[in-house]
């Protein structure tokens, strides 16, 4: 069976002003199966966003290819980006700058369905007042204005919204990080609900291991436009086989102050280099506890350890957990 998202070898390289181009991804690849959700994680500024906004043809890759149920991105006629468009649905940070502020939600919610002549009239309203009430919200906010309601609230408009022409994929774009802490909870319990009664597949990106964690089958790890690692999750957090992914996972905080204590410090060194300069070899080398010669001079081939994918030339060397 296909995969509902294939992402193969994906380049996208921004055009600077001055001096050679961002290179935002650098060749990334990974599948999404059918009612699977794949975690996307790094540090911001490695790529997570453009492979995302690269998934639905808001920006152009520069090589690669994606297809989304099936369908190629790249060289779609108007027509199949239509059809990928409502297949694949993002959800974006911010809820504030995603919804348009003179529209009444229920006119937001509808659009697409009425945009798309799949709904009008009295069946249009039944269908968003269905909507609302799927995302926790009540029909009688449909004649609202967005200003009326909370952050969180908004979200939830924004998740109803995306799931109007019910996709096959949604793709999850930080979608807590701009909430209130006290509300992150609830929204990511809202889309791992939705995601399984709606059968849906999900990219759920975010910089913050620990959500990841809660919401995920799989995680793939970024780092300066890379894949670094991609493991089933339990793999991923019991046995880190990339120096980075065990960097990022011992700075996430501990609630139990005594674990904390006895966390391995494991830091990095210096910045994060520019993706207009990366390093050659091992794009992490200059920043890896474990680095050596070999790292700075040859690309670490992406390979199998058990159920994990990892590019390092020495993931067979993780430390004990
Ligand atoms: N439209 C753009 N034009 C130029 N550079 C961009 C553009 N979008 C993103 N970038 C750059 O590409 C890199 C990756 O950005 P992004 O995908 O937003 O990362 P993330 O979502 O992981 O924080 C960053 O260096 C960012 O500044
Ligand atoms: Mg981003």
């Known amino acids: 069976m296909n995969p509902v998202l294939a992402v193969d070898g994906l ?32 540090e911001s500024g490695c790529g997570k966003s453009t492979v995302s906004n690269a998934i639905v043809g808001l920006v152009q890759p520069t090589g690669g290819e994606v297809r989304v149920a099936g369908m190629p991105v790249r060289g779609a006629d108007r027509r199949t980006l239509r059809e990928i468009r409502a297949k694949a649905q993002i959800v974006f ?16 919610i509808g659009e697409p369905l009425l945009v798309r002549g799949l709904a009008r009239g009295r069946e ?16 009688e906010h ?8 909370s952050g969180g609230q908004r ?11 019910r996709p096959a994929l949604l793709l999850c774009d930080e ?41 995920c089958d799989r995680v793939a790890v970024m780092y300066l436009g ?6 089933p999750r339990d793999a991923l957090y019991t046995t880190p086989r990339h120096p980075y992914t065990r960097a990022l996972l011992a700075a996430v905080p501990e609630p139990d102050p005594a674990l904390q204590r006895a966390k391995p410090r ?38 199998h350890l058990g159920e994990t994918l990892v590019a390092c030339h020495r993931a067979e060397e993780t430390p004990a957990p």
């Not at 600077?16 to 975690?39: C, I, K, N, W, Y």
């Not at 940070?93 to 937001?108: C, Y």
């Not at 979200?155 to 022409?165: F, S």
């Open 11 to 42: 380049v996208v390289h921004f055009p600077a002003r001055h001096g050679p181009p961002v290179r935002a991804v650098d060749g990334v690849s990974f599948t999404v199966a059918e009612r699977e959700t794949l975690g996307l994680v790094g």
């Open 155 to 165: 979200q939830r408009i924004v998740i109803a919204r995306a799931l109007a022409l």
């Open 93 to 108: 940070q911010d809820p504030a700058t995603s919804l348009n502020p003179r529209m009444t939600v229920g006119a937001a």
């Open 226 to 231: 890379h894949l670094m690692e991609l493991a």
């Open 124 to 139: 249009l309203r039944e269908r968003v007042a269905a909507l609302l009430t799927e995302v926790g919200l009540r029909p």
């Open 175 to 215: 979608p807590v990080s701009a909430l209130d802490v006290s509300v992150r909870a609830q929204i990511l319990n809202l889309l791992v609900e939705l995601q399984q009664s709606h059968a849906m597949a999900c990219l759920f990106v975010s910089h913050d291991l620990a959500v990841v964690r809660h919401v």
């Open 266 to 303: 494991v830091p990095l060194k210096g910045e994060i280099p520019s993706p207009a300069a990366p390093p050659q070899g091992c794009v992490f080398h200059t920043r890896c506890p474990m680095a050596i010669a070999h790292c700075r001079e040859e690309v670490p081939a992406w390979r």
């Open 142 to 149: 449909a004649s609202r204005y967005p200003h009326q309601f």
